[in-house]
């Protein structure tokens, strides 16, 4: 089970993740995507804090969404990665492909000066 919320900062659009990211949620990922790009974002940030596991199909869609990002001169950023996580990343080298930050880099490079 898979929790997913949309939040917008100005040109700044954080989806959080809770839960496990698979096959099976992969629709409702798609649909917060497509819900983050109706808001003309500059910056798109994944939120993973809560995030517990990531298969190889929701792998595929972040790339697809990586992918679909740089085509829209957006920038997506992953953040707040767990370690079990980010390892996935790495063994697959994705870790190379993506920007993973901590919560404190995301907000220093990415946020809206408040």
Do not use: Y
């Amino acid at each position: 089970m898979l929790n997913v919320s949309v939040n917008q900062l100005a040109d700044v659009v954080i989806i959080d993740l809770e839960g496990e990211f698979d096959i099976d949620v992969i629709r409702n990922v798609e649909k917060a995507w497509n819900d983050a790009l109706e808001k003309k974002p500059r910056v798109i940030g994944f939120n993973c804090k809560e995030l517990k596991f990531i298969d190889s199909s929701a792998l595929g869609t972040l790339v697809k969404f990586m992918n679909s990002a740089i085509n829209k001169k957006i920038t997506l950023a992953l953040f707040n990665v767990a370690p079990s996580v980010t390892t996935i990343f790495k063994t697959s080298r994705l870790d190379k492909f993506f920007s993973i930050n901590s919560k404190e880099e995301f907000e220093n490079k990415f946020m809206p000066v408040k």
